[in-house]
């Protein structure tokens, strides 16, 4: 039941299981970081695939293009969150090598895919 463009789009289905991954892990974290580390790496999760639907929904190529970069920009804002709290001993090192590999495969095809937007 897909009525929007974006719903068949494997970069954004894979960003929205991302994004519920980092919701669930960050509930391991300390009060302390609830509006801090938490809030922050929750809101870049959830940028990824809000940015991937903005992208699709009746823009020019350049347009779509420009909302993957800003897809992008924020995967990288998680993968630095992780590495703060891989630092800070909030996740493990499974966890994060994990959430690392999903991230560097998610940005890989959103390269792949803002490449060949025509």
């Known amino acids: 039941m897909n009525k929007f463009k974006f719903e068949k ?15 669930k ?13 938490s809030s922050q790496i929750r809101r870049a999760a959830d940028s990824i695939a809000l940015n991937i639907s903005e992208g699709s929904i009746g823009q020019s190529n350049p347009e779509q293009k420009k909302f993957i970069g800003y897809s992008i920009r924020s995967l990288a804002e998680v993968v630095t969150c992780l590495f703060k709290a891989r630092s800070r001993k909030y ?8 959430f690392y ?3 560097f495969g998610l940005m890989n095809m959103m390269h792949a895919f803002r490449k060949n937007i025509n």
């Not at 789009?9 to 919701?23: V, Y």
């Not at 892990?25 to 580390?37: A, R, V």
């Not at 996740?91 to 994990?98: A, V």
């Open 9 to 23: 789009l494997i970069i954004w289905q894979k960003a929205m299981d991302f994004g519920e991954d980092i919701d």
């Open 25 to 37: 892990i960050t509930n391991s974290f300390p009060d302390k970081e609830k509006f801090n580390l």
């Open 91 to 98: 996740i493990s090192e499974n966890d994060f090598t994990g």
């Open 101 to 103: 590999n999903d991230a």
